[in-house]
């Protein structure tokens, strides 16, 4: 079935980078965008940005650039997500959503990022 | 950036109740607005796409309307499984914003 299985949990630095990781199935992964969404804890959801899976090319939100770079594998179906210069603020529970016209409808099961100071 | 805005932010309602809730979009988005249903510990799951389109698999119950910056969201008769929190989501220009959320209690 389609499905997004995503990395395990990571606990990170203050300062450090980490790389989260969305393998696709059940589906032709260059068919989709992949949109990265994260939840900090007891909060709503934040749209952080989109790659076409197809061409490669990204748009990041503004609060993101700079620090975010979305990449893609079309060999593996794998989409990844890095975010660099950790905060504690950056807490949060990260998840991959494949975009369907112009809708999120299926979600990777999520990866929790933890920094520390 | 469009601001997205859901009312309530909290709603106590009893099984067999039908609630409604609204998302106010801060510019016309047409009908590029999209809910979500997020149960505490699980990604969120597609309710219902383009303001009033029933994604495949969701029962009938739930139901969209609106176009431009006013949408709502119904539920026609709360099942036990419905108690969760609501999110409206505009897709008409990135950054693709989020409502803050309705929390969906059981009274």
């Known amino acids: 079935q389609v499905q997004l299985m995503q990395s395990g949990a990571e606990v990170k630095k203050a300062g450090a980078s980490v790389k989260v990781s969305c393998k696709a199935s059940?589906?032709?992964?260059?068919?989709?965008?992949m949109h990265w969404v994260r939840q900090a804890p007891g909060q709503g959801l934040e749209w952080m940005g989109v790659?076409?899976?197809?061409?490669?090319?990204?748009t990041y939100a503004q609060k993101f650039q700079g620090r975010v770079t979305m990449t893609r594998d079309t060999s593996t179906s794998t989409a990844y997500m890095e975010l660099s210069s950790l905060r504690s603020e950056d807490t949060a529970v990260y998840y991959c959503?494949?975009?369907?016209?112009?809708?999120?409808?299926?979600w990777g099961q999520g990866t929790m990022v933890t920094v520390s100071s | 950036d469009i601001q997205m805005t859901q009312s309530p932010s909290s709603l106590s309602a009893s099984v067999g109740d039908r609630v409604s809730i609204t998302c106010r979009a801060s510019?016309?988005?047409?009908?590029?607005l999209n809910w979500y249903q997020q149960k505490p510990g699980k990604a969120p799951k597609l309710l219902i796409r383009?303001?009033?389109s029933l994604q495949s698999g969701v029962p009938s119950g739930f139901s969209g309307s609106g176009s431009g910056t006013e949408f709502t969201l119904t539920i026609r008769s709360l099942q036990p499984e419905d108690f969760a929190t609501y999110y409206c989501?505009?897709?008409?220009?990135?950054?693709?914003?989020f409502g803050q959320g309705t929390k969906l209690e059981i009274k």
């Open positions: 510019q016309s988005i047409g009908t590029y």
């Open positions: 383009a303001a009033s």
């Open positions: 059940g589906y032709i992964f260059t068919n989709y965008y």
């Open positions: 790659i076409n899976s197809s061409g490669g090319t990204t």
């Open positions: 989501q505009q897709s008409y220009s990135p950054p693709y914003t």
């Open positions: 959503a494949r975009g369907e016209e112009h809708a999120f409808d299926i």
